[in-house]
């Protein structure tokens, strides 16, 4: 069998040549993995989030490496303030503005019962609020001025199935992609259009020392959850992000495009329980089944 090579990329050189994209929690993670590889086809970027010294790091990192350039931002995308302001700053430096990804996010586990009203209201804001901010600001700004835009909002699988033990983030989530659905209709008519991925496991420092603390990684073999036995590697992700940010991708819109490894459809299917059969066993199992009659 060939080996699969999870790690190339896949859009052709120069792709994202001349566009402007804004990446919201840019400076790590999966939105930095997203960011290089714009960046490698030829994007302009902006990494927008709290940490401003993050944000240097990873700019100065991605353009010495594809030579083009990257405006690091600080901003809070929970304060419509800042988002305005992010957006002046983004057009002085750059003009205009083709791609929104909103990628920035909050999280931690916790049994809801001990949350404060405050903990909850920290993740919706980052999340939800974070979200329909950039939105907002921009698309007020793209109407104004007649240009075509594309945003790619990141949700979880979470968001349609819900989730214990993430119920801030779940209900945030489910707001984001209530959103994309909705705008991909509404504002169609201004050449914006709107899609959402939903990651599944894709191992980042930020996700998983909040949500598998401590043991709980060695403790829950996360990669047993996957029908593909793994979990994603970034550069999957940014493969499928650049194809939705790009013009390949113009007559995608309102779409929530799943990278999981079947992972939440594993959870789901009444008798996918049945993986755990021994192929041996299904000559005795077929046996008993033929053998029933009547009702
Ligand atoms: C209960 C908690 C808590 C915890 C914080 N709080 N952590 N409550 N359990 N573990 C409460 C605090 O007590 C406080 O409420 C309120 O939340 C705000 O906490 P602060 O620490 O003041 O907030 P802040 O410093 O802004 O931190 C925000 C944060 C932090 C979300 C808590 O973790 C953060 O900045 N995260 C950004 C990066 C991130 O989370 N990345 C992971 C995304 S992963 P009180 O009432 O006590 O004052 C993701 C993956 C999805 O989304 C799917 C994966 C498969
Ligand atoms: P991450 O590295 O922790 O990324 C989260 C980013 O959000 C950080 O860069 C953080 O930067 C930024 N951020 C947080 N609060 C902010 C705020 N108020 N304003 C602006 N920026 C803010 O985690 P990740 O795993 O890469 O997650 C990226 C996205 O993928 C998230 O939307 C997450 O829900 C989604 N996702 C991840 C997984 C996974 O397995 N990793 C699975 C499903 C979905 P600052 O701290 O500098 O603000």
Request: hydrophobic letters at 45%.
């Amino acid at each position: 069998m060939l080996e699969q090579n999870y790690n190339s990329s896949m859009l052709k050189e120069g792709s994202l040549t001349d566009k402007v994209i804004l990446i919201t929690g840019g400076g790590t993670g999966l939105g930095k993995a997203m960011g290089k590889y714009f960046s490698e086809l030829g994007a302009k970027l902006i990494i927008a989030s709290r940490k401003l010294d993050v944000l240097q790091k990873t700019a100065e990192e991605i353009s010495a490496a594809t030579k083009n350039e990257v405006f690091p931002a600080a901003c809070d995308v929970s304060d419509y303030k800042q988002v305005e302001e992010l957006l002046k700053a983004s057009m002085e430096r750059f003009g205009k503005i083709d791609v929104l990804v909103n990628n920035a996010a909050g999280n931690f586990i916790s049994p809801t019962e001990r949350l404060s009203n405050k903990a909850f209201d920290i993740i919706i804001n980052i999340v939800l609020k974070g979200t329909y901010n950039c939105i907002l600001a921009f698309g007020k700004h793209w109407i104004k001025n007649k240009q075509k835009a594309t945003v790619l909002n990141i949700v979880t699988t979470y968001a349609w199935t819900g989730s214990a033990f993430v119920v801030p983030s779940a209900a945030a989530k489910a707001g984001v992609l209530a959103i994309t659905r909705s705008l991909a209709v509404e504002w169609a008519k201004y050449g914006i259009r709107f899609n959402t991925i939903a990651p599944g496991l894709f191992p980042t420092k930020g996700a998983w020392e909040r949500l598998l603390p401590g043991d709980l990684q060695n403790k829950f073999n996360l990669k047993r959850k996957v029908p593909l036995q793994r979990v994603g590697e970034h550069q999957e992700l940014a493969n499928l992000a650049a194809y939705l940010v790009s013009d390949f991708s113009s007559f995608i819109n309102g779409e929530v495009v799943t990278i999981d490894g079947g992972e939440w459809l594993n959870g789901a299917g009444q008798f996918n329980i049945l993986q755990a059969v021994p192929q041996e066993q299904w000559d005795k199992i077929e046996k008993i089944v033929r053998s029933v009659k009547g009702s």
